[in-house]
């Protein structure tokens, strides 16, 4: 099959297009022929070395968490799903090698959801990991119908399903990007702020009381987030560790093929979309990983296989 890949950590100078084995469909695995694998900045760090103390890659590496696409054949005991049925995954595994910037890759059943029949190949690629990652946050801080929320970087891969997946839970909205992004935050039902200097100032004069719930998904910003917190509300980070020691929670989102149904339902009830900002060929992961890399997409960067 084809694949990009890599055998050093580095830039994407060392991606290479090759071809490899099909991969093993171990037991409780299903193989899925990709259509669509969305690009996250996890890739390239990894890619980077930056995740090494934490996760084994094993080279030839090929990068990628995100998927779409049909189950070619299901492994020994998998029930659960066909050949033929059209899935999606947040399909990381405990060690980094056969990822999803191929034209195949093998993924645990506990990972795999129905692709909603809303989202097109190319959006249901972009919702795992980020969808995910917003909903296990915006869930473990209790969000409700009460709550005011602040998300920091909000119109982002992660931010944009934040924000929604906060307003499908009933809670007010205040999101933070530059001001190009604030029409379309609006149309997501988020009141637009412009991070940067005043930032706090400006929150507060749209929340005088202060907010009951802040997700960051940029970092960087703990300070002004114990400037808008409300007495008893509650924060968590995704990139920022120094939260726990501010009474906050430091993140790290779980493949969950139960919690991406969930999304996938809100999907189809019309309360959760994806923006896909970018496509890309396979043979253009380089381009892709460095329009990442800029770190102001406004939405999911996508690679159809
Ligand atoms: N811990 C976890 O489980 C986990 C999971 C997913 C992602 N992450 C991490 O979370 C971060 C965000 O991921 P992502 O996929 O959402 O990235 P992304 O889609 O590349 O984020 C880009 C967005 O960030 C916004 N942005 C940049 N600087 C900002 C700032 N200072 N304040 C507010 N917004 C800002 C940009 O908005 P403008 O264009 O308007 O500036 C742009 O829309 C990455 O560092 C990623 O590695 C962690």
């Given at each position: 099959m084809r694949a990009m890949a890599y055998d050093t950590y580095g830039g994407t100078e060392v991606l290479r297009e090759t071809r490899l084995p099909l991969p093993k469909v171990a037991p409780g695995e299903v193989l899925v022929k990709v259509r669509c694998a969305a690009v996250n900045p996890v890739d390239w760090k990894i890619m980077a070395g930056g995740l090494d103390s934490l996760m084994d890659v094993v080279h030839p590496a090929v990068p990628?968490?995100?998927?779409?696409?049909?189950?070619?054949?299901?492994?020994?005991?998998?029930?659960?799903?066909?050949?033929?049925?059209?899935?999606?995954?947040?399909?990381?595994k405990d060690y980094v090698h056969g990822g999803t910037f191929a034209e195949y890759v093998s993924v645990p059943v506990r990972a795999l959801a129905a692709k909603p029949a809303s989202l097109n190949w190319a959006q249901a690629a972009g919702l795992p990991l980020a969808g995910l990652t917003a909903y296990q946050?915006?869930?473990?801080?209790?969000?409700?119908?009460?709550d005011t929320v602040l998300v920091h970087g909000a119109a982002g891969g992660v931010g944009s399903l934040g924000v929604q997946l906060a307003r499908a839970l009933g809670a007010r909205v205040i999101g933070t990007a530059s001001p190009r992004n604030h029409d379309r935050l609006r149309g997501l039902g988020c009141e637009p702020v412009?991070?940067?200097?005043?930032?706090?100032?400006?929150?507060?004069?749209?929340a005088p009381d202060g907010v009951t719930v802040v997700a960051d998904f940029v970092g960087g910003v703990l300070e002004t987030t114990l400037a808008v917190l409300a007495e008893g509300g509650r924060h968590a980070s995704i990139t920022d560790?120094?939260?726990?020691?501010?009474?906050?929670?430091?993140?790290?989102?779980?493949?969950?093929?139960?919690?991406?149904?969930?999304?996938?339902?809100?999907?189809?009830?019309?309360?959760?979309?994806?923006?896909?900002a970018a496509t890309f060929p396979?043979?253009?992961?380089?381009?892709?990983?460095?329009?990442?890399?800029?770190?102001?997409?406004?939405?999911?960067?996508?690679?159809?296989?």
């Amino acid at each position: 099959m084809r694949a990009m890949a890599y055998d050093t950590y580095g830039g994407t100078e060392v991606l290479r297009e090759t071809r490899l084995p099909l991969p093993k469909v171990a037991p409780g695995e299903v193989l899925v022929k990709v259509r669509c694998a969305a690009v996250n900045p996890v890739d390239w760090k990894i890619m980077a070395g930056g995740l090494d103390s934490l996760m084994d890659v094993v080279h030839p590496a090929v990068p990628g968490w995100d998927v779409s696409g049909t189950v070619e054949r299901v492994g020994i005991d998998v029930p659960e799903f066909a050949a033929g049925d059209e899935v999606m995954a947040y399909a990381r595994k405990d060690y980094v090698h056969g990822g999803t910037f191929a034209e195949y890759v093998s993924v645990p059943v506990r990972a795999l959801a129905a692709k909603p029949a809303s989202l097109n190949w190319a959006q249901a690629a972009g919702l795992p990991l980020a969808g995910l990652t917003a909903y296990q946050l915006l869930t473990r801080l209790g969000t409700a119908a009460d709550d005011t929320v602040l998300v920091h970087g909000a119109a982002g891969g992660v931010g944009s399903l934040g924000v929604q997946l906060a307003r499908a839970l009933g809670a007010r909205v205040i999101g933070t990007a530059s001001p190009r992004n604030h029409d379309r935050l609006r149309g997501l039902g988020c009141e637009p702020v412009t991070y940067g200097d005043g930032l706090a100032e400006r929150v507060r004069a749209l929340a005088p009381d202060g907010v009951t719930v802040v997700a960051d998904f940029v970092g960087g910003v703990l300070e002004t987030t114990l400037a808008v917190l409300a007495e008893g509300g509650r924060h968590a980070s995704i990139t920022d560790h120094t939260v726990l020691g501010a009474g906050g929670q430091w993140m790290w989102v779980r493949p969950s093929g139960e919690d991406l149904a969930a999304l996938g339902r809100l999907s189809d009830e019309g309360r959760l979309t994806v923006d896909v900002a970018a496509t890309f060929p396979l043979s253009e992961l380089g381009a892709a990983f460095a329009l990442s890399q800029e770190g102001h997409a406004a939405g999911k960067i996508v690679i159809e296989i």
